[in-house]
């Protein structure tokens, strides 16, 4: 099955060239060929097959919704009732979800066909997902490379052809870094504008469900059904929802900022390095303005990010106590032996290490010295980066520091994989939308990204950029 995009292949569903239910046979046919990549936690054969027959039915009737016979995968952080949820963790062995994500169930109710849940690492703490508990998952160019994390496996499973799309989540650039590292299209969007409900919570001010597809125009179309006000979520935004997949490539000129210090720094891999400056002389020579800026609080982007994150999941895996659900070790002495076996069990060693520096930041004596001063610095952060999107449209740097790297290569250098989030996680310190574009790949064939950073909930000015990118490589 040749895949172009969703509209495309819509069109010969309607017209009767093809099914739905061929389209199910085939992803699942090509799951079970590549079980070697370790993309799929559950596949929901039955049910997908079962949807697919239900979808064809509407098609003949007009009766079909929007995303009538696209095929899903969804990251093993996203509650879908009745089935498996597991976070990537043992803590939740045997956890079945008593209800639907609300960003699922809008692809749903539009008739979208959910085939399985997907890999991931745990909590989504990882930047490689080689912190799952189920292994780690291959990339599809190499694989003996990372998929990159968290979503990795989502990535994976666009990347290899295993299914139209996948839903993921990004707290750093979970979304947007594997798809750099897989050469497929990732998008984060503003905070608040998709619904966090039914999502496992790692840090809840900067967790944001997104799309990883094969193309912009898939993306947008995914964001206009999932995003909007939820009565489930009160930290949901309100704003109207506008039309997202009614795209533009036009032939407007555009203001571009780069960060010198992130092009300059020593740390980034000269062939991305060279691959994005000849994006940003491609701009230039389309008649785009592209400008320096400078940002003397990169430096501060990871530190704030990581006190943050790790206090707020410090707070929410507390949930996770071995009594009422999930895990519960089986030889423990008395109660607080069961809470403590439970979760030093059940828990892998990467969330451990987040869940105690959290609790670090948070205790009384280290509070205002950790804490409360992150804080302030996200504000900064927050407030120099709305001043820098009124001088200019866009921000753009490369997704990630350098391509894939290999498995087991990072994993006793922490201060390596922290900073292969270095590019992504000022979108989310900021809240504002990024998108992480295919650009070309190095040497070896690994795929390498291209960020675009927009203004906050200017998701339909960031799509249509993203859009020319794409229509004029």
Known sequence: MIYQSFKKYQETLKNGEYTCTEAVNYFLSAIEQHQDLNVFLEVYAEDAKQKAIEVDQKIKNNTAGKLAGMVIGIKDVLAYQDHGLQAGSKILNGFKSQFTATAIQRLIDEDAIIIGRQNCDEFAMGS????????????????????????????????????????????GGSVRQPAAFCGVVGF?????????????????????????????????????????????????????????????????????????????????????????????ESLRGAGHEIVEVDFPLMKYLLPTYYILTTAEASSNLSRYDGIRYGYRTGNASDLENLYKKSRSEGFGPEVKKRIMLGTFVLSADYYDAYYTKAQ?????????????????????????PSPAFRIGEKSDDQLQMFLADIFTVHANVVGFPAMSLPNGKNKEGLPVGFQVLGGNFKEQDLLNFAFYLENNK
């Open 188 to 280: 984060k969007p503003s905070y608040s504008r998709i619904s966090r409900w039914g999502l496992a919570a790692y840090a809840s001010s900067f967790d944001c469900v997104g799309p990883i597809t094969g193309n912009v125009e898939d993306a947008a179309l995914l964001l206009e059904i999932m995003a909007g006000p939820d009565e489930y979520d009160s930290t949901v935004s309100s704003r109207p929802v506008s039309d997202y997949s009614n795209l533009s490539a036009g032939d407007k000129k555009y203001k571009i900022g780069y960060f010198k210090e992130a092009l300059e720094s020593e740390g980034l891999d000269p062939e991305v390095k060279e691959l994005t400056f000849k994006k940003i």
């Open 376 to 400: 302030r610095v996200r504000k900064l952060i927050q407030q120099e980066t709305e001043r820098i999107l009124t001088e200019v449209d866009f921000l753009i740097s490369p997704t990630t």
């Open 128 to 171: 490689s997902n080689e912190n799952s508990a189920f292994g780690p998952v291959k990339n599809f160019a190499d694989k003996t490379r990372v998929p990159g994390g968290s979503s990795g496996a989502s990535a994976v499973a666009v990347q290899a052809g295993l299914c139209h799309a996948s839903i993921g989540s990004d707290t």
